[in-house]
């Protein structure tokens, strides 16, 4: 639920309302009136937390505070996110030994660092005739870089591509 959503003091327009203490306690249903006066008194917010609830919810807390503590939480939820990032390598289905380890090599760095990789072999002219070769490439890429990777999506084609997407295992 965002700040946007909350109504503070006047903006609640029920008649009867569930307070809640600032410690916590419960006082009850009462009137949104007497709930407002209580923490006019304190020198806090009433603030509705539970808009849903029948009666609905409202707290009775320093709305300042509040919103900072919130703004705070998704700051270290968004800090706590790790963005996947998609890397390609692309190949061709007569491709060199050496380079098929160098980008093998590449494969294994990727996925060591926690991204995903997607295996591209590209096909131009007469190859579109042989793409059991493609396969083969990708299998043999699978070979060399030996339970490193979790198999996303199998080897398919896609139009004059194919490919494979491989994600890291999970460091348990």
Same mark, same amino acid.
């Given at each position: 639920?965002?700040? #946007?959503? &909350?109504?503070?003091? *006047?903006?609640?327009?029920?008649?009867?309302?569930?307070?809640?203490?600032?410690?916590? *306690?419960?006082?009850?249903?009462?009137?949104?009136?007497?709930?407002? +006066? %209580?923490?006019? *008194?304190? $020198?806090?917010?009433?603030? +509705?937390? /539970?808009?849903? /609830?029948?009666?609905?919810?409202?707290?009775? &807390?320093?709305? $300042?505070? =509040?919103?900072?503590?919130?703004?705070?939480?998704?700051?270290?939820? #968004?800090? #706590?996110?790790?963005? &996947?990032?998609?890397?390609?390598?692309?190949?061709?289905?007569? %491709?060199?030994?050496?380079?098929?380890?160098?980008?093998?090599?590449?494969?294994?760095? =990727? &996925? !060591?660092?926690?991204?995903?990789?997607?295996?591209?072999?590209?096909?131009?002219?007469?190859?579109? !005739?042989?793409?059991?070769?493609?396969?083969?490439?990708?299998?043999?890429?699978? !070979?060399?870089? *030996?339970?490193?990777?979790?198999?996303?999506?199998?080897? /398919?084609?896609?139009?004059?591509?194919? @490919?494979?997407?491989? @994600?890291? #295992?999970?460091?348990?």
């Amino acid at each position: 639920m965002s700040d #946007k959503d &909350l109504r503070i003091n *006047e903006q609640i327009r029920v008649r009867e309302v569930r307070l809640i203490q600032d410690g916590g *306690e419960r006082q009850g249903i009462m009137t949104t009136q007497d709930a407002l +006066e %209580i923490a006019r *008194e304190m $020198g806090l917010d009433l603030v +509705e937390v /539970a808009p849903q /609830a029948v009666p609905p919810v409202v707290k009775i &807390l320093d709305y $300042g505070k =509040f919103k900072f503590e919130n703004e705070k939480k998704v700051r270290d939820s #968004k800090k #706590k996110q790790k963005l &996947l990032k998609l890397k390609e390598i692309r190949m061709q289905p007569k %491709i060199d030994d050496h380079d098929l380890d160098f980008k093998s090599k590449h494969i294994k760095e =990727f &996925l !060591a660092e926690g991204n995903k990789v997607k295996v591209t072999v590209r096909f131009r002219g007469r190859e579109l !005739a042989h793409t059991e070769l493609g396969l083969d490439v990708l299998k043999d890429v699978l !070979a060399r870089i *030996e339970g490193e990777y979790i198999l996303d999506k199998p080897p /398919a084609m896609e139009g004059r591509f194919m @490919s494979m997407v491989l @994600s890291p #295992k999970s460091k348990k």
